[in-house]
């Protein structure tokens, strides 16, 4: 879809309720002078460049897609104020410039488009957040990066998706976390527009185009000791559908190495409205992971897919799956895969902060519309990152990512992205 572009700087059009502005504000009034020492003393600031080459051939129908692009975050996050309820403010701003594109080859998820088909040549949002804290409790509303087993925003480009919402956070218990959230619309990491939150209808597993007025969630973490982790989320995006959470994660010392497991359990089915129509779907997955002292890594993972329909998330997120990689995440209805891992770290050699991962994945029995035919995909990705250790330029980091895509299901791809980046926190 061809769409106009906004102004260069666009304000996320966050509009708190009346009642949280109204705490925030007398919280603001009534804290003292001593107070502010926190909100300002306890500050961070970090910059940010994110310098991105992204390269993806189809190997047979559509045109490449190639542009190349530089992104700037700075991101401001105060302390709060002295007081039973301590209050502070957020602030994000992102600016990207294009150094490298052309008509045809866009799409990238790096820049807007102009109607032209061109893309933007510069494009920048800024992200306000105001928060409230009473002990160990955190009210937060306004722009949010989502991380959670339910909503993950997509960062892999010059900007990240975010959400416009109110979330909660509390740590008031030993090892239990707990959250809940509203989240009422999205910005596209390529876009400057709020919009409406959207069913993810990738490769025609669901109806386009469907629209929520809302997502909302909560969810419990906890800690049972050293070795084990469990997780219990729920969400629905409204209308559409409900989704639960089960997940089990579990980490022992064995021989020379570390023996880690992640097990994962989402299930999806429509509700309200059914706005979408059936939405059906159990998703189960699963990886093993040993990591040896001398720098090597083998990891075997497992997904599948049971119900009638693929598993349902917000479009643009990235789904919280172990076979969810670079190009595929294997969710279609009836999928089956597995992958192979290997990653080494290059400091067991003397080279700390040279990594490498290779995988493989492969998956079949997929399911697409109302086709009795049974698809298959396979996936191969590289991934190579050297992150600078010390002096001046620490924290610098190159990174290539590379992937082949083959499958029944959509174009068969081959994909390069290049990434140089660095970061500055004072």
């Not at 509390?170 to 527009?193: H, M, Q």
């Not at 629209?211 to 909302?216: C, Q």
């Not at 597995?338 to 080494?344: F, G, I, L, S, V």
Request: charged letters at 25%; aromatic letters at 12%.
């Amino acid at each position: 879809m061809h769409r106009s572009i906004k102004p260069a700087l666009s304000l996320q059009s966050v509009r708190p309720p009346a009642g949280f502005c109204m705490t925030l504000a007398a919280a603001w009034l009534l804290a003292s002078p001593a107070g502010w020492a926190d909100f300002i003393g306890d500050k961070k600031i970090t910059l940010s460049t994110t310098n991105l080459y992204f390269n993806r051939d189809y190997r047979s129908g559509p045109d490449d897609r190639k542009e190349w692009g530089q992104g700037f975050a700075l991101n401001a996050r105060s302390g709060y104020t002295e007081g039973t309820v301590g209050v502070g403010i957020d602030a994000i701003g992102w600016f990207a410039v294009k150094l490298d594109s052309g008509s045809g080859r866009t799409r990238t998820g790096l820049f807007p488009r102009h109607d032209d088909g061109h893309s933007a040549d510069e494009y920048s949002r800024l992200g306000l957040v105001g928060k409230l804290k009473l002990s160990q409790t955190e009210l937060r509303y306004g722009s949010h990066v989502m991380d959670n087993p339910l909503v993950a925003s997509s960062t892999s480009r010059l900007m990240p998706q975010t959400f416009e919402g109110a979330t909660l956070g509390s740590l008031e218990w030993a090892d239990l976390s707990l959250s809940a959230g509203r989240l009422s619309k999205v910005i596209g990491r390529d876009s400057t527009n709020a919009e409406k939150l959207q069913l993810s209808s990738s490769n025609g597993r669901y109806p386009g185009g469907i629209e929520a007025d809302d997502f909302s969630f909560v969810g419990a973490d906890y800690r049972f000791n050293e070795n084990y982790s469990g997780r219990y989320w729920y969400g629905e995006l409204d209308d559409i559908y409900r989704q639960h959470f089960f997940g089990l994660t579990s980490s022992h010392k064995l021989g020379t190495g570390t023996l880690k497991s992640d097990w994962r359990l989402t299930t999806s089915h429509d509700s309200g409205k059914h706005k979408a129509g059936k939405v059906d779907n159990r998703a189960f997955n699963a990886m093993l992971s040993y990591k040896l002292q001398n720098g090597h890594g083998l990891s075997a993972g497992w997904q599948q897919m049971s119900g009638d329909t693929a598993m349902a998330y917000i479009a643009g997120s990235d789904p919280y799956l172990i076979n969810y990689v670079q190009i595929s995440d294997f969710a279609n209805a009836g999928e089956r895969s597995w992958q192979a891992r290997y990653d080494y770290d290059f400091a067991a050699i003397g080279v700390p902060g040279l990594t490498f991962m290779t995988r493989y994945l492969r998956g079949d029995h997929a399911k697409i519309g109302t086709t009795r035919e049974r698809g298959k995909e396979w996936e191969r990705n590289i991934d190579i990152r050297y992150t600078v250790q010390q002096g001046v330029l620490k924290n610098a980091y190159v990174r290539w990512r590379n992937a082949v895509s083959r499958t029944d299901l959509a174009d068969d791809m081959d994909e390069n992205r290049v990434y140089i980046g660095y970061s500055y926190s004072w």
